[in-house]
């Protein structure tokens, strides 16, 4: 399974003190939640996504690990109310996922996230940059109601909402959190859930780390 930059970043921004962690949007084959669990063993981490399969797929490999016990596999929607108490986790991991909502469900999705979090707890976000060549793309089309972009890969659409530094840090400060730590960076991204097969070109990240 292919190194990833941002996940070990984020991985690394974790304290001692953070034994409840809530993954929005299981990683890549559940790679960096495995990894959370395996340094601490009191932490609890509960993993989301939207994705039945993948969700099978990831609980399968928890189990074969035997961190089933520390790892909750749960298929949730990040743009919906969520159903935790106020404060609930120490820390939130939400690699590569937010850039997938539209502005009005980043907006509330954030909320909800700084709602979670416990007072002084921390959130690592990446999302990917006005930077991806997707986003200069001159054959997508940007919708500034929604600020997604839409572009063609292959036979398929998808639309993703490129960030800039000051878009993302605006969203996050808007919603409560204060900004401790801004980078932006490439990194070669893998296009299957199991992070075996490198895209074929590198991308441009963002990565944020917000505390309540």
């Known amino acids: 399974m292919k190194e990833s930059i941002s996940e070990r970043n984020g991985i690394n921004f974790l304290s001692k003190t953070d034994h409840l962690i809530y993954s929005v949007g299981i990683s890549t084959g559940g790679q960096?939640?495995?990894?959370?669990?395996?340094?601490?063993?009191?932490?609890?981490?509960?993993?989301?996504?939207?994705?039945?399969?993948?969700?099978?797929?990831?609980?399968?490999?928890?189990?074969?690990?035997?961190?089933?016990?520390?790892?909750?596999?749960?298929?949730?929607?990040?743009?919906?109310?969520?159903?935790?108490?106020?404060?609930?986790?120490?820390?939130?991991?939400a690699r590569l996922i937010l850039h997938y909502l539209p502005i009005d469900k980043l907006n509330f999705s954030l909320s909800e996230l700084y709602r979670i979090l416990r007072k002084r707890g921390k959130m690592f976000i990446v999302v990917r940059s006005v930077e991806c060549p997707e986003a200069k793309d001159i054959t997508a089309k940007y919708d500034p109601s929604t600020r997604l972009t839409t572009y063609s890969s292959g036979s398929h659409e998808y639309?993703?909402?490129?960030?800039?530094?000051?878009?993302?840090?605006?969203?996050?400060?808007?919603?409560?959190?204060?900004?401790?730590?801004?980078?932006?960076?490439?990194?070669?991204?893998?296009?299957?859930?199991?992070?075996?097969?490198?895209?074929?070109?590198?991308?441009?990240?963002?990565?944020?780390?917000?505390?309540?």
């Open 32 to 93: 960096a939640e495995m990894r959370m669990a395996q340094k601490d063993s009191k932490r609890h981490i509960v993993a989301t996504t939207i994705d039945q399969e993948g969700a099978e797929f990831a609980k399968k490999r928890m189990v074969e690990i035997g961190l089933s016990g520390q790892i909750e596999v749960k298929i949730e929607d990040v743009s919906q109310p969520l159903p935790y108490s106020n404060g609930y986790f120490d820390f939130i991991y």
């Open 159 to 212: 639309s993703r909402y490129f960030h800039s530094q000051e878009s993302i840090t605006k969203h996050l400060s808007s919603a409560g959190f204060t900004i401790r730590h801004v980078a932006a960076y490439q990194e070669q991204l893998c296009v299957d859930f199991q992070r075996t097969k490198p895209s074929g070109q590198i991308d441009h990240l963002i990565e944020v780390i917000a505390e309540k």
